[in-house]
């Protein structure tokens, strides 16, 4: 069983407040990533990590920021919530030495109602 | 641009009868095909990794195969502690960032 933790499970904030929300993992896994998912649809990949300070874009990420200080730890922050970013949000990580490739492993997820 | 498209969309089986899941995909390069079961409100749990054509994987009442553009999921005797959305997801070589594709899924209800 996977060992990635997110907090909090649940939040109902107003719109404009700054919320982070925080993603840990205890299996030294390199990459990790956060994704957003609506009722039916895909994931959509918004951020993503190879390592301590390295960051990445992905689709969604243009309202978010996050942040990689040590290997376990992977933040997401939205400055300035709106009542568009009302979603799921899933953290995931993965061993990128893992032969023949690596597999995500993804947490319980983040669900974000803005009011 | 690599692409995942899974069918049906939503299926209902009765408790026992036997069905397949569909994964069509197109990548630049597979290096592995994943299946994970997600239940309503939690993340995706892993099921399956698949890296070459002809590959079959078994856990309890699944099976999953891969050909060079499709994964099957075959469930065999379905109960209903079985109900989830099933996603299908690809990793190819293309780009090098090795981030996998997710399909839409296909939720399975089975009835008892």
Redesign the interface.
């Known amino acids: 069983e996977a060992d990635i933790y997110q907090t909090p499970r649940y939040l109902v904030i107003g719109t404009g407040k700054k919320i982070t929300l925080e993603c840990s993992q205890t299996m030294g896994h390199d990459k990790m990533y956060w994704y957003q998912q609506d009722p039916g649809m895909e994931l959509h990949l918004i951020h993503y990590s190879y390592g301590v300070n390295s960051t990445e874009k992905g689709d969604l990420s243009s309202e978010s920021t996050v942040s990689r200080i040590r290997t376990e730890h992977f933040p997401l922050t939205l400055e300035s919530a709106r009542p568009s970013h009302t979603s799921q949000y899933l953290c995931a990580s993965s061993d990128p030495a893992a032969e023949p490739t690596d597999t995500q492993y993804f947490g319980p997820g983040t669900r974000l109602t803005v009011l | 641009e690599d692409q ?1 498209t899974q069918s049906p ?1 939503a299926l209902r089986l009765q408790e026992g009868e036997s069905s397949s899941l569909n994964c069509s995909y197109t990548v630049s390069g597979l ?2 095909l ?1 299946w ?1 079961r997600q239940d309503p ?6 099921l399956f ?1 698949l ?1 070459s054509a002809g590959e079959e994987k078994e856990k309890e009442r699944l099976k999953a195969t891969l050909t060079k553009k499709e994964s099957f999921l075959h469930i065999t005797a379905p109960k209903p502690e079985d109900s989830a959305t099933y ?1 299908c ?1 690809v ?1 190819g070589a293309s780009g090098g ?4 594709t ?4 296909t ?1 399975l209800i089975v009835h008892p």
């Not at chain 2, 960032?97 to 996998?100: F, L, M, R």
């Not at chain 2, 997710?102 to 899924?105: L, M, T, V």
């Open positions: 995942v969309e290096r592995g994943f994970y409100g939690k993340g995706p749990e892993f990794t890296y996603l997801a990793q960032s090795y981030i996998p997710f399909g839409r899924g939720s």
